[in-house]
């Protein structure tokens, strides 16, 4: 699948439920509307879904949320898709997580072939998680990365900086991570979804937190890269990498190699730009598979430049209404 800028195509990230069991302040309201069930793809549906990307060549394939692991029978899916890592047809299959389910998990997903996993976390502060989260606990997500890293799978600490809340404690997240065998990377705050938070409380350049890490430690540039969009910088003192997401001051779109599908099957081809495509409706459809192959090459063609994301100073609205809960994160 090659876009009209002639950027191919081959990594998915798919939800499969817009429900979670935290409601961090950044990401979704307190009192959140779900989508009713019968809304959202059965898992046979999504293996489908999933696997026609494949078979267009998607080779790295991320399931997100909401929270997938709270996702009934979610490992059913997971054993399932599986196979394409077995066949060499996909290369990775990965998993965004909030960590609370990681304990029971862990081990499974070790056996289906999953070999590395992000963890959202954004402080080691038990009282500030339980403010951003709102129902969240430290503990049990801490002991869940410890089961996933017993497991074997290689964790990946995701952090979205947060001015006045998690700024200062920004290096000691990194010295943490590192100290426990993991990379750590940083994200920006996005303009999605209507939340009681104002954004411009929230939203920290990465730039300055570039800044304040420098103070600490020695950041040497890296060309490492894992098929996604954040940048990498070289720890010198501990040996591992430092990741910059930077959607809003320095976005990532002329190398946007990844499409995101929602759990009711609708198709975004950019995270910032409300265009879509029904692929529910195709699956769903009398032809099936072919017009499901059609719908996503229609889609792909579409495929925009790059994002808008800006923060609306008049009307504090998001650039994007729909919570990323809903896209996907």
Not at 22 to 30: D, K, P, S, W
Not at 109 to 133: E, H, M, W, Y
């Amino acid at each position: 699948m090659i876009d009209p800028f002639g950027r191919r195509v081959t990594y998915l990230r798919l939800s499969v439920t817009d429900r979670c069991d935290f409601r961090c302040t950044y990401c979704m309201a307190e009192d959140m509307t779900f989508l009713p069930k019968r809304e959202v793809l059965t898992l046979e549906e999504l293996d489908q879904l999933a696997s026609a990307f494949i078979d267009r060549g998607v080779r790295k394939l991320r399931l997100t949320g909401g929270e997938p692991l709270v996702r009934k029978n979610i490992m059913d899916l997971i054993r399932s898709l599986s196979r394409h890592l077995a066949s060499g047809a996909l290369d990775e299959l990965t998993v965004t997580s909030n960590g609370s389910q990681l304990a029971r998990y862990a081990g499974e997903l070790a056996d289906c072939g999953v070999k590395r996993i992000n963890v959202s976390l954004d402080t080691l502060n038990p009282i500030r998680f339980k403010q951003i989260t709102r129902r969240g606990d430290l503990d049990t997500v801490l002991d869940g990365i410890s089961a996933a890293q017993a497991a074997g799978l290689s964790v990946k600490i995701n952090t979205v900086a947060l001015k006045n809340f998690n700024e200062a404690e920004l290096p000691e997240l990194v010295a943490w991570a590192h100290e426990e065998g993991m990379d750590i990377t940083f994200i920006e705050a996005m303009p999605m979804g209507e939340i009681e938070a104002d954004r411009f409380d929230q939203y920290l350049p990465l730039t300055a937190v570039r800044d304040s890490l420098a103070t600490r430690f020695t950041l040497e540039e890296s060309a490492f890269h894992t098929g996604g969009p954040a940048r990498y910088a070289t720890v010198v003192e501990t040996g591992r990498r430092v990741g910059f997401i930077t959607p809003m001051s320095h976005n990532f779109c002329e190398s946007c190699n990844r499409v995101r599908v929602t759990c009711t099957g609708i198709l975004y081809m950019c995270l910032g730009q409300e265009d879509s495509a029904d692929l529910r409706a195709a699956l769903r459809s009398e032809e099936g598979e072919a017009a499901l192959v059609r719908a996503i090459d229609e889609a792909i063609s579409r495929k925009p430049k790059g994002h808008d994301f800006i923060i609306d100073r008049t009307t504090q609205r998001p650039a994007v209404p729909r919570h990323m809960s809903v896209t996907g994160g």
